[in-house]
């Protein structure tokens, strides 16, 4: 299996575009999910279990089984299978009451987003209560569209995808109140994830796999202009993006890291 690995990260290497130079990342078995935010790197596995990534080693965070994690400004959450929402405090996830959520994001202004399974409902966490919470139930906000997957970022507001794939922006949410602008439909293509960078960069993964970037983002113009596939070796299942890296899972959970 190993050997098969090795031969799919050199097909990887060779078929990326040369504008994007992607490596075999520091080795973590059957990765699922991934997110990055401000320096620090988690992921979840098919095992259910979180590791944070501390320079080339995954370490395992805690004893909940955990099926997806986010880190950002409001700390590190997850869920787990049974779609109870977790925070990291004192070494370990304390699991809380409150709403179950199928996907929490960490990465916007201070505030939690989330959505639960089922109805794809959209909610959000205040900064203040995402900030103080060490253990009991949670106080969402609810918010107003549908999603299947919510991503937020710091500078330019939140991106979704609905249960029909296709991508929503909003430009500002306050993460004081959870009040949010309205909602910007952005065509071009049909996607299953995507995630918000601290810079307010926004990448994607299509239905098909291929992993697509948000041209033109910028504070007048915070949907951007335009889409560019990255072009990848295999179909892709998640990626996350900060600090110039992009972080990239396949569908058959090898993990590689991406720079240009």
């Not at 259910?48 to 909940?64: D, E, H, Q, T, V």
Request: charged share 10%.
């Amino acid at each position: 299996m190993k050997a098969v690995a090795v031969f799919l990260l050199v097909l990887c290497y060779l078929a990326v575009s040369h504008a994007w130079t992607c490596r075999e990342a520091p080795r973590l078995s059957n990765v699922r999910q991934i997110d990055a935010g401000q320096g620090k790197v988690v992921a979840s596995t098919s095992s259910n279990y979180a590791y944070f990534l501390i320079g080339s080693y995954w370490y395992r965070m805690g004893s909940a089984r955990l099926k997806h994690v986010s880190v950002g400004p409001a700390g590190m959450w997850g869920v787990d299978s049974s779609n109870r929402v977790h925070k990291y405090v004192a070494g370990n996830f304390v699991q809380s009451s409150g709403l179950s959520m199928q996907q929490v994001d960490a990465g916007g202004d201070g505030q939690v987003v989330g959505v639960t399974p089922s109805s794809h409902s959209t909610y959000c966490l205040r900064s203040s209560s995402a900030s103080t919470y060490k253990a009991g139930s949670l106080s969402w906000s609810s918010l107003s569209r549908t999603m299947k997957y919510y991503s937020c970022g710091p500078l330019y507001g939140c991106w979704g995808v609905d249960s029909s794939h296709r991508v929503y922006v909003t430009q500002r949410i306050t993460p004081t109140s959870c009040s949010t602008s309205s909602w910007t439909s952005v065509s071009g293509i049909s996607a299953k994830m995507i995630e918000v960078g601290t810079d307010g960069s926004v990448f994607a993964v299509t239905t098909t796999g291929q992993v697509y970037q948000r041209n033109g983002i910028s504070s007048s113009r915070p949907y951007g202009s335009s889409w560019s596939r990255i072009p990848m070796c295999m179909a892709m299942n998640h990626l996350s993006y900060d600090l110039g890296q992009l972080w990239v899972v396949t569908s058959g959970g090898l993990l590689l890291q991406c720079s240009h």
